[in-house]
């Protein structure tokens, strides 16, 4: 079964300081790979996604990730971070076919001013 | 883009009732839709899929007889919570997906269930 694991639970940082947050798969087939944003008491907002083709991956709002199959990551990353940002962040995979999602078990990401 | 909605957004109800949940794609037809629970501060857990015109699947550990699922046409699937009780209330979230798309479908903004 797939499994997704976000290592960190939370992450502070200062605002326009960068960021990453982890994300690892577990899977030997090849899978579909997303990172999504929730705000507080809202639903899901994907902010990009890894299919095929270029293993580094732009989103909105300035995210970017990249897919790294030898270590079976998918890291998030921003440059800069605004207060803005502060929101839980999934990692989530699926294999090829009309599969579900299995998602990570969140980080939080707070933006300290 | 894609929109899917979810109705009603919150809902507060006595223990013993039942609730419906709607979720609609609203500018695409959905074969496939996924719903999920979310407890506060944990991630979302798959409840079950459900394909236009078939029987839902359910997860492990997920009763079929208490969460209801219908999807009776490409754009509408409804999760009915039945005889709520307090360990129900949770944040429900649909996700449609249209047919052989390899994208991870549209999430709707979820409902927000209170059982008193």
């Known amino acids: 079964a797939q499994s997704v694991t976000q290592l960190d639970s939370q992450v502070p940082v200062f605002e326009e300081a960068p960021v990453e947050l982890r994300c690892n798969y577990s899977?030997?087939?090849?899978?579909?790979l997303f990172w999504y944003v929730q705000y507080p008491n809202q639903g899901l907002q994907l902010l990009l996604k890894?299919?095929?083709?270029?293993?580094l991956v732009k989103g909105i709002n300035g995210f970017e990730a990249e897919f790294n199959k030898s270590q079976t990551s998918f890291h998030l990353r921003k440059p800069s971070v605004h207060i803005s940002d502060s929101a839980e962040y999934f990692c989530?995979?699926?294999?090829?076919?009309?599969?579900?999602?299995?998602f990570g078990k969140g980080t939080r990401l707070s933006v300290i001013a | 883009g894609a929109v899917v909605s979810q109705h009603p957004s919150r809902v507060i109800c006595k223990s013993g009732t039942s609730v419906k949940i709607e979720c609609r794609s609203l500018?695409?037809?959905?074969?496939?839709m996924f719903w999920y629970r979310q407890f506060p501060k944990q991630s979302l857990m798959l409840m079950a899929t459900?394909?236009?015109?078939?029987?839902?699947?359910?997860e492990q550990g997920v009763e079929k007889d208490k969460f209801l699922i219908n999807h009776a046409s490409l754009t509408l699937s409804t999760l009915t919570v039945t005889s709520a009780h307090p360990e129900d209330s949770s944040f429900y979230i649909c996700?449609?997906?249209?047919?052989?798309?390899?994208?991870?479908?549209?999430f709707g903004p979820g409902t927000r269930l209170t059982v008193l």
């Open positions: 890894y299919l095929s083709g270029s293993t």
């Open positions: 459900s394909n236009e015109g078939s029987k839902a699947t359910y």
């Open positions: 989530a995979v699926r294999p090829s076919g009309n599969t579900p999602l299995v």
């Open positions: 996700s449609a997906r249209e047919s052989g798309l390899a994208g991870a479908g549209v």
């Open positions: 500018d695409f037809q959905a074969t496939t």
């Open positions: 899977s030997s087939v090849s899978v579909y």
